[in-house]
């Protein structure tokens, strides 16, 4: 499938058809992610679950290494 990118303000915008939409399983809430090789563009969906685990796994680190501060801040 070839696809044009349409101007969208001072950006530009790809099209994604409903039916890629459809057997990817995304919709307009899903988490997607762009990488590059510098020649190719590769988009995919970020699995929720896996999201939720990350920032989780970040709050974690967080509260443990600044637990002090945050508990200052609280008061």
Known sequence: MIKKLIQ?????ALIIDKPILELLKIDMDTPIELITDGKNLII???DKTDHET????S???I???HHHTLKKLAD
């Open 54 to 57: 990350k920032i989780n796994k």
């Open 59 to 61: 709050l974690e680190k």
């Open 44 to 46: 995919s969906p970020v």
């Open 63 to 65: 509260n443990k290494k």
């Open 8 to 12: 969208h303000g001072n950006s530009a």
